[in-house]
């Protein structure tokens, strides 16, 4: 990533610091991505005792995960404490429910997570791997904290996304929409990484809405702030302002504006160790 695309952190957990309460009105998307990431768990075998939430937000997935796996300790990460302030507020309504295990909060980074190695069975991720500046990190810190045969699944955003968005702002050389990663980068970094049998696959979801206002009003409010360290730090005139509403118009379709996102689904294993018929660890050695 660029010095340009690279994103400021602290700008970044500020954002969403402020986005906490008004998020859960605001994340249509957000919510429909978990809701069919949920639906892929259908197809994994799997019986965790501890699940990590990296990047929980307000804790939507939380319940659906905590009733798929009523026994596994659940550990909420976030980047911005008041997001996880908001996910502690779901845990009365999990008293009712018989078997409820404690749930874990903790404020941190995806690229540096701040548990201890082997630590978890399955790392559950959804759209926040791209808020990061080096994701082979997210990748590397995402094996490390798994135990042997455990499961990465999450979800991010790839290059399509907010294109017509980041058409309508291509008047200058400033960068006004973050930057993603396509698929098969992201394949390639989860097999680096040293992930095992990743599998990978991407749909287009489109939402529509009345003016290019509606569009930014949203995206302020789930926290998806232009944070680049290469974004105009200046006030936007009016007069710029309306020649990217006029760009924008140009692809309005029944009345509505389109905006685009590209949602990547990805899931993979931390692979178990080969062992000899003597117990001892097989280690591949590769001739260079």
């Known amino acids: 990533m660029s010095d340009a695309s690279a994103l400021d952190k602290r700008q970044m957990r500020r954002s969403f610091e402020k986005a906490a309460s008004a998020y859960d009105q605001a994340a249509v998307l957000q919510r429909e991505v978990a809701t069919r990431a949920l639906e892929r768990l259908d197809l994994v075998r799997i019986n965790p005792a501890i699940i990590v939430d990296a990047g929980c937000g307000t804790g939507f997935a939380l319940p659906s995960l905590h009733k798929r796996y009523p026994r596994a300790v659940l550990v909420a990460l976030d980047i911005a404490f008041d997001m996880l302030q908001k996910s502690r507020q779901r845990i009365p309504k999990w008293k009712m429910w018989a078997g409820a295990r404690k749930a874990v909060f903790v404020c941190g980074d995806n690229e540096t997570l701040p548990l201890k190695d082997a630590c978890a069975d399955m790392l559950w991720s959804m759209l926040s791997f791209h808020w990061a500046n080096d994701m082979t990190a997210v990748f590397a810190e995402s094996r490390r904290i798994l135990k042997p045969g455990g499961l990465l699944m999450f979800t991010?955003?790839?290059p399509d996304t907010?294109?017509?968005?980041?058409?309508?702002?291509?008047i200058d050389s400033n960068i006004h929409v973050n930057r993603f990663i396509d698929m098969h980068d992201i394949g390639d970094m989860m097999v680096a990484a040293g992930f095992s049998d990743p599998v990978m696959d991407m749909e287009y979801l489109t939402?529509?809405?009345?003016?290019?206002?509606?569009?930014?009003?949203?995206?302020?409010a789930v926290g998806a702030h232009n944070v680049a360290i290469g974004r105009n730090r200046g006030l936007t005139g009016k007069r710029t302002l309306k020649q990217i509403e006029l760009r924008y118009e140009?692809?309005?379709?029944?009345?509505?504006?389109?905006a685009t996102f590209e949602v990547i689904?990805?899931?993979?294993?931390?692979?178990?160790?080969?062992?000899s018929?003597?117990?001892?660890?097989?280690?591949?050695?590769?001739?260079?």
Request: aromatic share 8%; glycine share 8%.
């Open 265 to 275: 689904y990805g899931h993979a294993w931390k692979p178990t160790p080969r062992v």
């Open 277 to 288: 018929p003597g117990g001892r660890q097989v280690i591949d050695i590769k001739a260079a």
């Open 156 to 158: 991010t955003f790839g």
């Open 162 to 170: 907010l294109k017509e968005l980041r058409s309508a702002w291509a």
């Open 207 to 220: 939402l529509t809405y009345e003016d290019i206002h509606s569009l930014m009003r949203e995206l302020k």
């Open 250 to 258: 140009s692809v309005r379709q029944a009345g509505r504006l389109p």
